[in-house]
Nanobody
């Protein structure tokens, strides 16, 4: 499956951005979808994930209450609404797809496919 992420940009602290990730080449509803991010000099870290039907969502402690993950299986799209952004949210954001459903939903190694990343920059 191929993933393409959109929606990054520059925003002031306290602002909002919405990221989208469009999938092609596979059966989208078969996949757990996740968002990860990687700041300069840091490892890629878990942000949020959503199960195949959207019934369950998971968030890192640092974004819980500010970010919302959702999906539209009819449009092969997973989205990440980011509110109350902070400078520490600055990173390249990647969407990932987990097809074999093995491993922890927050683990980088659980995901089989990745999008190209989109830059989010939050100014103070």
């Amino acid at each position: 499956v191929q993933l393409q992420a959109f929606g990054g940009g520059l925003v002031q602290a306290g602002g909002s951005l919405s990221l989208s990730c469009v999938a092609s080449g596979g059966t989208f509803s078969n996949y757990v979808m996740g968002w990860f991010r990687q700041a300069p000099g840091k490892e890629r870290e878990f942000v949020a994930a959503i199960t195949w039907n959207g019934a369950n969502t998971y968030y890192s402690a640092s974004v819980r209450g500010r970010f919302t993950i959702s999906r539209d299986n009819a449009k092969n799209t997973v989205s990440l609404q980011m509110n109350s952004l902070k400078p520490e949210d600055t990173a390249v954001y990647y969407c990932g797809a987990d097809g074999d459903l093995e491993g922890a939903i927050y683990a980088l190694t659980s995901y089989d496919y990745w999008g190209q990343g989109t830059q989010v920059t939050v100014s103070s």
